[in-house]
């Protein structure tokens, strides 16, 4: 045999096992990595429910369309603490339920909840400020200027 080809042939092995085992993804765990919090793809699914329940599709995109849940998920894991965490954890599997619902029954149950709820505290913040923050309200709807904003010299002024 030619040592050339066996060396070329190991490597090419080698190579293919190593692109085979990355491909490969749990089929229950969630579509980014963190690092503190393991939702898995059902919690996923029913935060992407949950937050499009709050800010719905009308004529601008809705949060599930704009992947805010993501957002949510990479805030609880990396900002809050490991109380809130398990808090906002339990929360969402009190919501299990939900996964298939309409959204109004999401609504519903969400208006069902206190006001001082942890997990109600942090779906909505994360929601609200995911979506004030996103790529499409920064560019569609807010009209930014820098200051002091443009310089107009000949304005009338009635006196």
Avoid: W
């Amino acid at each position: 045999m030619n040592r050339r080809l066996a060396i070329k042939q190991l490597f090419v092995l080698a190579g293919g096992m190593m692109i085979a085992t990355s491909c490969s993804t749990k089929s229950n765990s969630a579509s980014i990595a963190l690092n503190n919090v393991a939702f898995t793809a059902s919690d996923e699914a029913l935060l992407a429910n949950l937050v499009d329940a709050i800010i719905p599709k009308t004529d601008s995109p809705g949060a599930k369309e704009l992947h805010i849940h993501l957002f949510v998920m990479k805030m609880v894991d990396d900002c809050h603490s490991p109380e809130d965490q398990k808090l906002f954890i339990k929360g969402l599997e009190d919501a299990s339920p939900l996964a298939e619902k309409p959204a109004d029954a999401v609504i519903s149950y969400l208006n069902t909840l206190e006001k001082e709820d942890v997990f109600l505290k942090i779906l909505k913040q994360r929601t609200v400020q995911g979506y004030l923050n996103s790529e499409y309200v920064m560019k569609n709807k807010l009209k930014y200027e820098l200051i002091p904003g443009r310089y107009d010299g000949a304005v009338k002024v009635n006196a």
